[in-house]
């Protein structure tokens, strides 16, 4: 192409002249017009830090921009810059608490790594935390094995272990009545003791109780032949005689004097009502009556009293123990031998109960706790019942229960 440098006139012709042609490193800054030539310019160059964002084209310059910086501590660069391209950064990854832990730390070209925390095998526990810091991934262990003497007392957790404890062991003296588990401890339970009327019928093992038996009870007419054993019954045999059994008509004197019960008096409260509970503890240690024993009672302190005679409660020992303990307490001095005074005068007597002197025995039981107030009156009262006795085929029995301490009037009574 060529543009007309001088026009045509009169005198010559016009002129025409090639367009400049722009070089590779050039562009056309100025295009050509009929009459003009066009301008060539040199290209931009775009040096660092800045890289080519527009390239040239044959009428344009090429376009320079300033490579992009990344940021201090949240990129890094992810791609190099080139002569036309620009820095790529990228965001700096951020772990996941709990979730990931940093294998790598981030730099100026590479992003920080994060791995996924170790997860605890269920036969581990956790020891030590995911992401405790930033650099830690999770710590397992074993749980611990409950061998097999000993039995899980608590459970594992994700972080704790499984607590483990010995198993009871029973002594000789104790059974296993219940069987341990994995998560439950061996029970032992006391093995039963035999009472002294008992024997083995079933001995022990390890996990089960022995078996106690009470002795045979030899029924009216056989008596106990060979006596039982830890591990044998007793053996009962037929009685072969009869016992000539010397009939007793029982009298009991009971003292309700004020020394007994009142503190003033050196009583202590409640001495009266457990002498009576043990004259009775006292009769039921007795075999049964069937007509062999007879029995009365008389109070005495400044006065004396028959309760009840011989004959009012008979054989019938409930109601005899049910009137014992009935007895009134009356106070006052002690006066003994008017206990026996009623006794001679009034219990004595058929009327009364009294079955004699011949072939029944006469015994007196006095429940006191000092010395008479008068003895020389309970001498001659205890001389005038020996009297009624003599020449008698049987004799007449005193005992002394003291309450406190009546060792004077046992020399009194003559015992």
Same mark, same amino acid.
């Not at 025409?16 to 800054?29: D, I, M, N, P, R």
């Not at 320079?64 to 940021?71: E, F, H, K, S």
């Not at 605890?120 to 030590?128: D, L, P, W």
């Not at 045979?216 to 830890?230: A, E, K, M, W």
């Given at each position: 192409?060529?543009?007309?440098?001088?026009?045509?006139?009169?005198?010559?012709?016009?002129?025409?002249?090639?367009?400049?042609?722009?070089?590779?490193?050039?562009?056309?800054?100025?295009?050509?017009?009929?009459?003009?030539?066009?301008?060539?310019?040199?290209?931009?160059?775009?040096?660092?830090?800045?890289?080519?964002?527009?390239?040239?084209?044959?009428?344009?310059?090429?376009?320079?921009?300033?490579?992009?910086?990344?940021?201090?501590?949240?990129?890094?660069?992810?791609?190099?810059?080139?002569?036309?391209?620009?820095?790529?950064?990228?965001?700096?990854?951020?772990?996941?608490?709990?979730?990931?832990?940093?294998?790598?730390?981030?730099?100026?070209?590479?992003?920080?790594?994060?791995?996924?925390?170790?997860?605890?095998?269920?036969?581990?526990?956790?020891?030590?935390?995911?992401?405790?810091?930033?650099?830690?991934?999770?710590?397992?262990?074993?749980?611990?094995? /409950?061998?097999? #003497?000993?039995?899980? *007392?608590?459970? +594992? @957790?994700?972080?704790? !272990? %499984? =607590? &483990?404890?010995?198993? $009871?062991? /029973?002594?000789? #003296?104790?059974?296993? *009545?219940?069987? +341990? @588990?994995?998560?439950? !401890? %061996? =029970? &032992?339970?006391?093995? $039963?003791? /035999?009472?002294?009327?008992?024997?083995?019928?079933?001995?022990? @093992?390890?996990?089960? !109780? %022995?078996? &106690?038996?009470?002795?045979?009870? /030899?029924?009216?007419?056989?008596?106990?032949?060979?006596?039982? @054993?830890?591990?044998? !019954?007793?053996? &009962?045999?037929?009685?072969?005689?009869?016992?000539?059994?010397?009939?007793?008509?029982?009298?009991?004197?009971?003292?309700?004097?004020?020394?007994?019960?009142?503190?003033?008096?050196?009583?202590?409260?409640?001495?009266?009502?457990?002498?009576?509970?043990?004259?009775?503890?006292?009769?039921?240690?007795?075999?049964?009556?069937?007509?062999?024993?007879?029995?009365?009672?008389?109070?005495?302190?400044?006065?004396?009293?028959?309760?009840?005679?011989?004959?009012?409660?008979?054989?019938?020992?409930?109601?005899?123990?049910?009137?014992?303990?009935?007895?009134?307490?009356?106070?006052?001095?002690?006066?003994?031998?008017?206990?026996?005074?009623?006794?001679?005068?009034?219990?004595?007597?058929?009327?009364?109960?009294?079955?004699?002197?011949?072939?029944?025995?006469?015994?007196?039981?006095?429940?006191?706790?000092?010395?008479?107030?008068?003895?020389?009156?309970?001498?001659?009262?205890?001389?005038?019942?020996?009297?009624?006795?003599?020449?008698?085929?049987?004799?007449?029995?005193?005992?002394?229960?003291?309450?406190?301490?009546?060792?004077?009037?046992?020399?009194?009574?003559?015992?």
């Amino acid at each position: 192409g060529q543009y007309e440098a001088i026009p045509c006139e009169d005198d010559h012709d016009q002129t025409c002249v090639a367009l400049t042609t722009c070089g590779a490193a050039e562009y056309a800054s100025v295009m050509a017009t009929p009459t003009t030539d066009r301008t060539c310019s040199a290209l931009r160059q775009c040096a660092a830090p800045f890289f080519t964002s527009v390239e040239a084209t044959a009428t344009s310059d090429r376009q320079c921009q300033l490579v992009t910086p990344c940021g201090t501590s949240t990129e890094f660069e992810f791609s190099a810059p080139t002569p036309s391209t620009d820095r790529d950064c990228r965001t700096i990854s951020t772990c996941r608490v709990g979730l990931e832990y940093e294998t790598a730390p981030p730099d100026a070209t590479s992003d920080r790594v994060c791995t996924g925390c170790t997860v605890c095998a269920t036969s581990e526990f956790e020891i030590g935390r995911c992401s405790a810091t930033p650099t830690s991934d999770r710590l397992c262990t074993p749980l611990s094995v /409950c061998n097999g #003497t000993a039995f899980e *007392s608590r459970a +594992p @957790t994700a972080t704790t !272990d %499984r =607590t &483990c404890l010995g198993q $009871t062991v /029973c002594t000789s #003296t104790e059974y296993e *009545s219940t069987a +341990p @588990t994995a998560t439950s !401890d %061996r =029970t &032992c339970v006391s093995l $039963t003791q /035999c009472a002294s009327n008992q024997f083995i019928t079933l001995n022990e @093992t390890s996990q089960t !109780d %022995r078996q &106690c038996t009470n002795f045979s009870t /030899c029924s009216t007419g056989r008596f106990t032949s060979v006596p039982g @054993t830890l591990y044998t !019954d007793s053996q &009962c045999t037929d009685c072969t005689s009869t016992c000539d059994i010397t009939p007793i008509d029982l009298v009991f004197f009971v003292d309700g004097s004020a020394s007994v019960d009142i503190p003033q008096y050196g009583g202590q409260p409640g001495n009266y009502q457990r002498g009576l509970q043990f004259l009775v503890d006292f009769l039921d240690q007795l075999p049964s009556f069937t007509d062999i024993i007879r029995v009365s009672a008389v109070t005495f302190s400044s006065t004396a009293e028959v309760q009840f005679d011989f004959a009012t409660h008979g054989e019938n020992r409930s109601d005899i123990n049910d009137a014992l303990l009935s007895l009134p307490y009356q106070g006052g001095s002690t006066r003994t031998h008017l206990a026996f005074r009623v006794l001679r005068t009034q219990l004595l007597q058929p009327s009364s109960g009294f079955r004699g002197f011949d072939n029944v025995k006469l015994v007196v039981v006095a429940l006191t706790d000092g010395q008479s107030t008068d003895p020389v009156q309970l001498q001659r009262e205890i001389s005038l019942l020996d009297s009624m006795a003599a020449g008698a085929t049987t004799t007449i029995e005193r005992y002394v229960l003291g309450v406190g301490t009546p060792e004077a009037f046992l020399a009194e009574m003559r015992v």
